[in-house]
């Protein structure tokens, strides 16, 4: 069994991550707090986020906030769906930050 953290998402103990899964302080906050469940939950949610606005994750704009949902999932209540989001991806938006132009 490897490093057991007190996990903000789950509010209970579980796996830690192996490694800082993101540069920084935040990183460092992750590593240190976030467990690798709620990690993994953080990663669906932000895929659905980049599909659902139809994000170009290397654009600033996108970027910034995706880092911004980030820490409002692990460290602030929750990072809402988008109000269109249906499960099986019928209705995609693309109006959020970064999104690609329509054509």
Not at 14 to 29: N, Q, S, T, V
Not at 66 to 73: C, N, R
Request: charged share 30%.
């Amino acid at each position: 069994m490897g490093r057991r953290v007190q996990c903000v998402v789950l509010k209970r103990e579980a796996d830690g991550l192996d490694y800082a899964p993101y540069p920084g302080d935040i990183g460092r906050r992750i590593y240190e707090s976030v467990s690798k469940e709620a990690w993994a939950r953080w990663l669906a949610h932000q895929t659905m986020l980049i599909n659902e606005y139809r994000l170009t994750p290397i654009e600033p704009k996108a970027r910034a906030f995706l880092v911004e949902e980030m820490e409002k999932f692990l460290f602030g209540g929750g990072s809402a769906k988008p109000k269109e989001y249906q499960p099986d991806g019928s209705a995609a938006s693309g109006d959020g930050p970064g999104s690609a132009p329509k054509t």
